[in-house]
Nanobody, 115 residues
Framework: VQLQASGGGLVQPGGSLRLSCVAS????????VGWYRQAPGKQRDLVAD???????NYADSMKGRLTISRDNTKNTVWLQMDNLKPEDTAVYYC??????????WGQGTLVTVSS
C-alpha cells in the first residue's frame, strides 16, 4: 500500500483546508487510515482516524474543528480542517494499516497557519 497526502498550504487564522490521502494497492475498504501531525521540535500526534467501516475518532486537540471522511470507490480519505489556528501549523501525515495504524505512511503535507 502506498499513501499520497496532499492539500496543505498557507492559510490565515480562522481559515480552512482539506487534506487528501489517496491509497494505491489492494483492499482499501479494510484499511484504517489516520492523520497525524508533527510540529517542529514536537512528537508526531494522531489527530483523527477512520476505519474501513467509517468508525471515527478525533483527538481532543482539534475536536470540533475536524471532519474526517472516506470514499472507498476513490481510495481516498479526506481531512477537513476548519477554524485553523497558528498552533495547528505542522506537517500532516496520513498513515494506514489493516487493524492498527502505522504500517504505511504518506510523505506529509505542510500546513502553515499565519497572517
Amino acid at each position: 500500500v502506498q499513501l499520497q497526502a496532499s492539500g496543505g498550504g498557507l492559510v490565515q487564522p480562522g481559515g480552512s483546508l482539506r487534506l487528501s490521502c489517496v491509497a494505491s494497492g489492494s483492499f482499501f475498504v479494510a484499511l484504517r487510515v489516520g492523520w497525524y501531525r508533527q510540529a517542529p521540535g514536537k512528537q508526531r500526534d494522531l489527530v483523527a482516524d477512520i476505519t474501513g467501516g467509517s468508525s471515527i475518532n478525533y483527538a481532543d486537540s482539534m475536536k470540533g474543528r475536524l471532519t474526517i471522511s472516506r470514499d472507498n470507490t476513490k481510495n481516498t480519505v479526506w481531512l477537513q480542517m476548519d477554524n485553523l489556528k497558528p498552533e495547528d501549523t505542522a506537517v500532516y501525515y496520513c498513515s494506514g494499516g489493516y487493524g492498527g495504524l502505522g504500517s504505511y505512511w504518506g510523505q506529509g503535507t505542510l500546513v502553515t497557519v499565519s497572517s
